[in-house]
């Protein structure tokens, strides 16, 4: 049995969508059955096989993690951001927002 990953039919119809493609393109690119490329971008989840989906997310440039729906952990912080954040953090209600203001400010000119 080919091994098989669980995708969501929503997040694959928004990068569809986001991308400008149409299932035609699916089809074409991934060398499937216009049936398999509609039932993709269904709502609910899917399994497909593994391969399929690395072809799916190279296609969108996205992670299979992408392709299922599910949140992906956030990056982890450098060590000049955890020392800011502890910085911060040990600062008193009145300095964070303070800070806060800094950091807007800096933000606004920087737009």
Request: aromatic residues 4%.
């Amino acid at each position: 049995m080919t091994p098989a990953v669980n995708i969501n039919g929503n997040s694959v119809r928004a990068l569809v969508a986001n991308a400008g493609a149409r299932q035609k393109h699916l089809c074409e690119r991934l060398g499937v059955t216009k049936y398999t490329s509609s039932r993709w971008c269904q709502p609910g989840i899917h399994a497909i096989s593994i391969k399929s989906a690395a072809k799916l997310a190279a296609m969108f440039d996205c992670s299979i993690e992408a392709l299922s729906g599910l949140p992906t952990a956030p990056p982890q912080l450098t060590d000049a951001e955890l020392d800011l954040l502890q910085a911060y953090r040990g600062l008193k209600p009145l300095q964070q927002a303070k800070a806060r203001i800094a950091i807007e400010t800096i933000r606004s000119s920087n737009a």
